[in-house]
């Protein structure tokens, strides 16, 4: 066992495929951090994978043109997170629902406009759509074991890098960083310091929305080649529970995705071996609810720890005012 | 009673609301219909016709209606407690293998056999909702997140059970064993599929109307989920409240896939998750959370499912535009905004009458 193991690790083509499945999560990923941010939970996110794999594709092949795909993909995804905002911010709905909705919306609906398109329900192989370009970089790709890994990667793989530098000085150095924590922290003395919830919320969703649109273009026009139907396999809602893991930042975010890419491809290998492929492919699912569960239980001690020290230090004051909520 | 009801404007305009939620779905469908159809009138025709005018369809709607008519039972008690778990998919689905296991390896008198079957499942199911919901409890952790979690996990689980202990190698497709005579339900009708799961459906229908309305655990329920920090001070567990709540709903969809099986099918044959809790919960929010109403809402399901599964088999319209219609009819219902369109511009209209016969005193009477 341990030898696999090591024989796993020092593998290149494995660090290889774990970069290519951590790629489309860590972006869904930063889009729920985002909106979680600003205190609206985004469940629609599978819905926009779905809608940008398909219309990347569509559009893509009746283009001829990669990067036409890539944009329409984006644009049918924030559309998706557009339509959650007005459901659940300006019609009150409540937005874990809406997103279950718009996800039931979405595997329904991508079926149904692929059947119509192509007489297939299954797989869009007879649309000759194209596939994002894939990066080969000058002298890495030369390096032994290194140019293995990092050279040959899809340029969404970079790109969801890049993400997570833009969203980071987002939240942390720009002016609408603090507007977006101080929606999802205080609504009521954001209001009152002039800043209008609803507008950080929708441009939260519109944010998502680019970032699960790029993630799910990529699986339809660089994992693989082809949409097929449900291509998105949960990853939406894995985002959601990553988010939790990811504890609100950025930075985080490349931790969460990276327990769930790191699983996904050692499940590739453990079948090799002869284990059980069901189980393996369960996998995944369980580390992100063990995650899920341990960071929860991290966070709340912390918390704990926290109040029990506000409380002394009101204690050793007389005249405290107490706990507080 | 009757009378009152249709005079209460308070219960009549939200049923004005679903009414209209699902007649804006159907003629949405018929709109798509028309966009893609070559022969859109025959199509139109199919689906909305095809359940009524067949025999066979019509027995095949009463059939659709019985899974997710306990699914949608499931889904009541977690709305009434305001929880958004789902994890009742994985109680179906597990239910339905528990059962399996329990057709095939069991040997029972006829009767007997479904029924021991059915409890196990509903036990195994129920044991299985309880997971969210204390990570729910205990961690906050979001219990919708979780759930979706979980049901990944234990549809791998449950195919892994069917591929490796239950599965019948001689045949080329994935199928378990053959189950037991004895472990089928009876025939309603002669000559159709129609099962008496039908009945046991209907008894479910009764039983957890009564539970939720009638008794001491199911007030608790609709207490902690109108407003838990009060249920809190008024001495209400909350937590166990949760609790037992999971386990009921999940004991209800444990129950619904054993019934599935032993009323439809000879063996487990189930390419994939057939995820009759996502119906579950357009039949639970039809219904308004309210179990009486859940036939009702199953019956609407199904029309359309069989309807649209007709037309699919005989024209160019894909089966799944009907899911795409089920996510069109959750927007409407969970928008509290169109729930209370009429309610709100009553009040409105209302205030601004007292504003007017007050004439002076309101300042900025804007509500």
Redesign the interface.
């Given at each position: 066992m341990i030898k696999f193991i090591i024989s796993v690790f020092s593998s290149s083509n494995y660090w290889f495929i774990v970069l290519r499945s951590t790629a489309p999560i860590l972006l869904v990923t930063l889009g729920a951090v985002i909106t979680e941010q600003a205190g609206i939970?985004n469940?629609a996110l599978e819905g926009s994978m779905l809608w940008a794999a398909l219309t990347g594709v569509i559009v893509s092949a009746a283009t001829g043109n990669v990067w036409a795909g890539f944009i329409a993909g984006i644009a049918a995804a924030v559309v998706i997170a557009l339509i959650l905002g007005l459901?659940a911010l300006?019609?009150?709905?409540?937005a874990?629902?809406?997103g279950?909705?718009?996800?039931?919306?979405?595997?329904?609906?991508t079926?149904?406009v692929l059947?119509?398109l192509t007489g297939d329900?299954g797989i869009s192989s007879s649309l000759a759509s194209k596939t994002l370009p894939f990066i080969k970089i000058p002298f890495v790709e030369n390096i032994p074991w290194v140019g293995k890994i990092f050279s040959g990667q899809n340029i969404i793989v970079w790109i969801s890098v890049l993400a997570v530098v833009v969203i980071h000085i987002m939240l942390n150095k720009a002016r609408v960083g603090v507007r977006i924590r101080a929606v999802g922290e205080n609504l009521e003395a954001a209001k009152s310091a002039g800043i209008s919830p609803n507008r950080i919320k929708f441009l939260t969703l519109a944010v998502s929305g680019v970032l699960a649109g790029m993630a799910g273009c990529f699986l339809s026009m660089g994992y693989t080649s082809n949409f097929t139907s449900g291509i998105s396999a949960?990853r939406g809602?894995?985002a959601?529970?990553a988010q939790?893991v990811a504890g609100g930042t950025a930075v985080g975010a490349i931790f969460a995705s990276l327990i769930f890419g790191l699983t996904d491809a050692m499940a590739t290998y453990l079948q090799n071996i002869g284990l059980?492929p069901?189980?393996i492919?369960?996998l995944p699912?369980?580390v992100?609810?063990l995650g899920?569960?341990v960071i929860?239980?991290i966070r709340?001690r912390k918390e704990l720890i926290r109040k029990k020290k506000l409380f002394e230090k009101d204690r050793a004051k007389p005249l405290a005012s107490g706990l507080g909520a | 009673m009757k009378r009152k009801f249709f005079s209460d404007r308070d219960k009549l305009e939200p049923a004005l609301i679903t009414i209209f939620a699902g007649v804006f779905s159907v003629l949405v469908g018929v709109g798509l219909i028309f966009i893609v159809s070559k022969d859109p009138v025959q199509s139109v025709r199919n689906f909305l016709l095809g359940p009524l005018l067949r025999t066979y369809n019509f027995y095949y709607l009463l059939i659709a209606m019985v899974p997710i008519t306990f699914t949608g039972l499931a889904l009541c008690i977690i709305y009434q407690l305001k929880y958004t778990s789902l994890i009742v998919d994985s109680s179906f689905y597990s239910g339905a293998i528990v059962a399996t296991a329990i057709g095939i390896n069991v040997s029972l008198p006829p009767g007997l056999h479904p029924a021991i079957a059915m409890l196990a499942a509903g036990l195994v199911g129920g044991l299985i909702s309880l997971l969210p919901a204390i990570l729910k409890i205990k961690w906050r952790a979001n219990e919708l997140v979780s759930s979706l979690m979980f049901n990944y996990v234990f549809y791998f689980i449950g195919s892994f059970v069917i591929l490796y202990y239950l599965r019948d190698r001689n045949q080329t497709i994935l199928a378990s064993m053959p189950f037991q005579k004895s472990f089928s339900l009876p025939k309603l009708v002669e000559n159709t599929q129609l099962h008496a799961g039908f009945i046991i459906a209907a008894v479910f229908v009764v039983l957890v109307s009564i539970f939720l309305f009638r008794t001491r655990w199911g007030y608790e329920i609709r207490i902690t989920g109108a407003n838990p920090k009060f249920a809190a001070y008024a001495g209400i567990p909350v937590a166990t409240v949760a609790l037992y709540a999971h386990f009921v709903s999940g004991f209800i969809g444990g129950i619904g896939g054993a019934v599935e099986m032993s009323g439809l099918y000879r063996a487990f044959i189930w390419q994939m998750n057939p995820s009759y809790a996502w119906d579950g919960v357009i039949v639970a929010m039809l219904a308004r959370k309210n179990p009486k109403f859940v036939p009702l809402s199953a019956l609407f399901l199904a029309y359309l499912r069989v309807g649209a599964d007709f037309m699919s088999r005989r024209g160019d319209v894909a089966f799944e535009f009907i899911t795409l219609l089920q996510g069109l009819i959750i927007l409407i219902l969970a928008s509290d905004k169109i729930a209370n369109y009429f309610k709100e511009r009553r009040l409105k209209r209302a205030a601004l009458s007292h504003d007017l016969a007050a004439q002076a005193s309101s300042a900025g009477g804007q509500p």
């Open positions: 939970k469940m459901f300006k019609l009150d709905a409540n874990v629902l809406c279950v909705a718009l996800n039931l919306f979405s595997t329904g609906g079926v149904f059947f119509s329900k949960g809602y894995v959601n529970a939790v059980p069901e189980l492919q369960a699912y369980v992100t609810i899920f569960v929860t239980l709340d | -």
